[in-house]
């Protein structure tokens, strides 16, 4: 779900105070039972750390929020964005990362690798402060790890899972566009190759 932002929240990230002055207002706009759950945000950057977007990737439980590397590298992808900062919340308090946090941030990594997308930070918030990856050194070891790299035959596999994510958002913008002047379900289904149940799915603006 994608986080709306002003355009004062719109600015070239430095360091993790910038991104935690954005993340503690959108984290306080939660109502406060969700505030007890999880929430694993991204957010896009381009060349110039220019701030493209808050994605928010899942909201989980109290102790948990998951973040597959399918769900947070689509919209990196389709935004253009070439760096990602990773965020999420503890309910609890506490800032100190878990060994799952570290797992995680070591998997993104990596799939980061490979489609070149580099992840930049992983920050930890609360209501009150926050916890940089990058500033306490924890990002640079993970760096390091090499527990998920993958072999060639599991990046392969990925490169090709990116590329028919990709085409698949491209045909649904086009059939989107296509439904808002006029053509028929059939016309679109013929063209982008999506089936007629998916095209009558899709909404367009007008509609």
């Given at each position: ?23 503690q207002r ?13 929430h694993f ?136 566009q296509m ?29």
């Amino acid at each position: 779900m994608n986080v709306k932002l002003s355009q004062a929240e719109k600015i070239r990230v430095l360091n993790g105070e910038d991104v935690y002055s954005i993340m503690q207002r959108i984290l306080k706009r939660e109502n406060k039972i969700d505030r007890n759950k999880e929430h694993f945000w991204t957010i896009g950057l381009n060349a110039g750390n220019q701030l493209l977007y808050v994605e928010l990737i899942s909201l989980g439980t109290s102790r948990m929020a998951l973040a597959e590397p399918m769900q947070v590298f689509r919209v990196a992808i389709l935004k253009g964005a070439v760096r990602l900062i990773l965020v999420h919340n503890h309910p609890s308090g506490t800032l100190k990362p878990t060994d799952a946090d570290k797992t995680v941030t070591d998997r993104l990594l990596q799939v980061g690798k490979i489609i070149d997308i580099e992840v930049i930070d992983h920050l930890i918030i609360t209501e009150e402060s926050y916890y940089s990856f990058a500033g306490n050194g924890v990002l640079e070891e993970l760096k390091r790890s090499t527990q998920y790299v993958p072999d060639y035959q599991l990046k392969a596999q990925l490169r090709k899972e990116v590329e028919v994510t990709v085409k698949q958002e491209r045909d649904k913008e086009i059939a989107r566009q296509m439904k808002a002047k006029g053509f028929t379900n059939e016309q679109i289904a013929e063209i982008t190759g999506l089936s007629v149940k998916s095209i009558e799915k899709l909404k367009v603006s007008n509609e």
